[in-house]
Nanobody, 127 residues
Framework: QVQLVESGGGLVQAGGSLRLSCAAS????????IAWFRQAPGKEREFVAA????????YYADSVRGRFTVSRDNAKNTGFLQMNRLKPEDTAVYYC????????????????????WGQGTQVTVSS
């Protein structure tokens, strides 16, 4: 199993930046993908970004592409979400999630495919 702990959320003005971290512990020697989801009040959880096990392939929701960058440092068992040019509509609780996989990393944006979740970190963007 993998345990995940997010950090780095906070309050920022529109146009500002934040960097979220997702520290993994436990069974981190196996290949696992990391994804970021977010959930705003009254809305469903939505996919934000994902990265495959070695960081060679990344995926983004259209709403964040070009503003957010997902990355990982496997030596430190940590994933990152760099968020630039933040907008008020980015306000949400952000969750990192992980799943083991072999072969093709598919259904990247489906929250049901992820077995492990962090506790979430609040991101608030003021206008």
């Amino acid at each position: 199993q993998v345990q995940l702990v997010e950090s780095g959320g906070g309050l920022v003005q529109a146009g500002g930046s934040l960097r979220l971290s997702c520290a993994a512990s436990g069974r981190t020697s196996s290949s696992y993908a990391i994804a970021w989801f977010r959930q705003a009040p009254g809305k469903e959880r939505e996919f934000v970004a994902a990265i495959n096990w070695n960081g060679g392939v990344t995926y983004y929701a259209d709403s964040v592409r070009g503003r957010f960058t997902v990355s990982r440092d496997n030596a430190k068992n940590t994933g990152f979400l760099q968020m630039n040019r933040l907008k008020p509509e980015d306000t949400a609780v952000y969750y990192c999630a992980a799943r083991y996989y072999s072969g093709r990393y598919s259904n990247v944006g489906s929250s049901n495919e992820y077995d492990y979740w962090g506790q979430g970190t609040q991101v608030t963007v003021s206008s």
